[in-house]
C-alpha cells in the first residue's frame, strides 16, 4: 500500500495540472497569429476578459504568417495545447510580462476564427482569397536587426545586409562574417519575408541558423559568446521590450544617404521615422475572419475582436482603450501613419487616414506637443479626438 500511494499522488497531480478544455473557457474565440504579436495577444487579451460590455477570451497559437493564412484560407483546424491570459478574478497579479495559460483545443481540432499575417498576403501566396474569408489591414509592425548590447555596431546599408544575409561568410562584411552566429527565421515568417523583400535576398537563400520562433533568436543573440559578430533579426514588437540586452541597428535603405532607427532616436519608442517613411523595413499586419455567403461574419465576437484590432468603432464600445494596447508593445495604428505601400518591400507613397490619431498616439509613445480640447474647450483647428486636436 505505501508503495501505491507515492504512486497515486503522482497521477492525482499530474490530472489537476493537466490543461483544461478550451471550450469551457468563457466565449472563447479562436486565433492562429504570428509570434511577433504574442506580447498584442497578452494585452489584448487581458484587457478582453475583463471587457464587461462584452467579456471574450482569446484562444490562441503562434506560428508563421503564411502557415496562418492557409490555415483559414483552406480551413485547417488546430489541435492540441493553445494559450489564453486569466482575467483579474483569475490571478489579479498576472502582468503582460508572465507566462500565458494553457488549455486544449476541442477534440479533433478548431478552424481558427481569426488568422493573422504580420505582413502583406501576396508575400506569402498569389492565391486570390476565398470568399469565405475577409481581410482587414491593422497596425503597422516594424523589422528590425538587432545585435547584443555587447556589441559596438550601430549600423547596417542596404548593401551590407545583402552581401552578410545572401553570401554569409563569403560576403566578407567584418564582423559579420561567421555564419553560426547570424540568427535569422525559417521561410514562412514575416520577419524573413519582410527583410528579404526590403535587402533583396529570397526567403530560401538566406544565410545563417534559422530558428522557428522569435524567443530562440533572442535567446541566441542573448547568449552570444562572440557578441561582436552576432546579428539577428526581429520583430520590433518583440526587440522594443528587450533593449537592455539587445541593440536595435539603425538601417540605411538602398538610395538613402542615412541610417535610420524605427524611432527617432536610438531610446524614444514613437516609431516616427516608420510613420514618416525614413525608416522602411515595416508591414502592416492583416487580419482575418470568417464570412457567409453574404459577406456576413460567420462569429460577430470574432469580427468585434478584428475590428478593435484594426482600429475601428464597435459596439458595445469596450471599457478600455485598444489604441492603448497597441501603442504600448511597438505597433503603429494606421490612424498614426503618414505613409503606405502596396506591396512587401514596395515603394511609399503618402498616406492620410480619414481619422487621424497621431496626436493621441504621440501622447502614448512619448509626449504630444498637439493642443488639447474637450467638450468646454473646443479645437481652434482641427478635429477634437480623444482629448487632443488632430489635424483631420
Not at 488639447?372 to 474647450?377: F, R, V
Request: proline share 7%; glycine share 6%.
Amino acid at each position: 500500500m505505501r508503495r501505491l500511494l507515492p504512486l497515486l499522488l503522482l497521477v492525482t497531480l499530474a490530472r489537476s495540472a493537466a490543461a483544461a478544455p478550451c471550450d469551457q473557457l468563457p466565449n472563447p474565440i479562436y486565433l492562429q497569429v504570428g509570434d511577433t504579436q504574442l506580447n498584442l495577444m497578452k494585452r489584448l487579451g487581458r484587457a478582453l476578459r475583463d471587457n464587461a460590455p462584452k467579456p471574450i477570451t482569446l484562444v490562441f497559437v503562434t506560428s508563421g504568417s503564411c502557415t496562418n493564412i492557409q490555415a483559414i484560407y483552406t480551413r485547417v483546424p488546430i489541435t492540441g495545447n493553445m494559450q489564453y491570459v486569466p482575467s483579474i478574478a483569475e490571478n489579479s497579479a498576472w502582468t503582460p510580462a508572465s507566462a500565458t495559460l494553457t488549455c486544449t483545443a476541442p477534440t479533433g481540432g478548431v478552424v481558427p476564427d481569426i488568422a493573422n499575417s504580420a505582413l502583406l498576403n501576396s508575400a506569402c501566396t498569389t492565391e486570390t482569397p476565398p470568399a469565405s474569408v475577409h481581410l482587414q489591414q491593422g497596425p503597422v509592425q516594424a523589422y528590425v536587426m538587432a545585435v547584443p548590447v555587447a556589441s559596438s555596431q550601430l549600423a547596417i546599408t542596404y548593401e551590407e545586409a545583402y552581401f552578410v544575409f545572401g553570401f554569409g561568410a563569403a560576403g566578407m562584411i567584418t564582423p559579420w562574417i561567421d555564419e553560426a552566429q547570424m540568427f535569422i527565421r525559417t521561410v514562412t515568417k514575416s520577419t524573413l519575408l519582410a527583410w528579404g523583400a526590403n535587402i533583396s535576398v529570397p526567403a530560401d537563400k538566406w544565410k545563417g541558423q534559422r530558428f522557428d520562433g522569435s524567443p530562440a533568436v533572442v535567446s541566441a543573440l542573448q547568449t552570444s559568446t562572440s557578441p561582436e559578430k552576432a546579428i539577428g533579426i526581429l520583430g520590433v514588437e518583440v526587440a522594443d521590450g528587450l533593449r537592455n540586452s539587445l541593440r536595435i541597428l539603425a538601417f540605411r535603405a538602398k538610395g538613402q544617404r542615412a541610417a535610420y532607427f524605427p524611432d527617432s532616436t536610438s531610446t524614444a519608442r514613437d516609431k516616427q521615422n516608420v510613420r514618416d517613411g525614413h525608416y522602411t523595413v515595416w508591414s502592416p499586419t492583416v487580419w482575418m475572419d470568417t464570412v457567409d455567403g453574404s459577406s456576413v461574419p460567420v462569429k460577430a465576437d470574432a469580427r468585434y475582436v478584428v475590428d478593435l484590432v484594426t482600429g475601428k468603432t464597435v459596439t458595445p464600445a469596450p471599457n478600455f482603450a485598444p489604441l492603448d494596447s497597441v501603442a504600448a508593445v511597438g505597433l503603429v495604428p494606421d490612424c498614426a501613419m503618414g505613409v503606405t505601400r502596396s506591396f512587401e518591400g514596395g515603394p511609399l507613397s503618402i498616406y492620410k487616414p480619414a481619422e487621424s490619431c497621431v496626436c493621441k498616439y504621440e501622447s502614448l509613445v512619448q509626449s504630444s506637443s498637439c493642443a488639447t480640447c474637450s467638450a468646454s474647450q473646443p479645437c481652434t483647428s482641427g478635429t477634437c479626438r480623444d482629448g487632443f486636436c488632430e489635424v483631420q
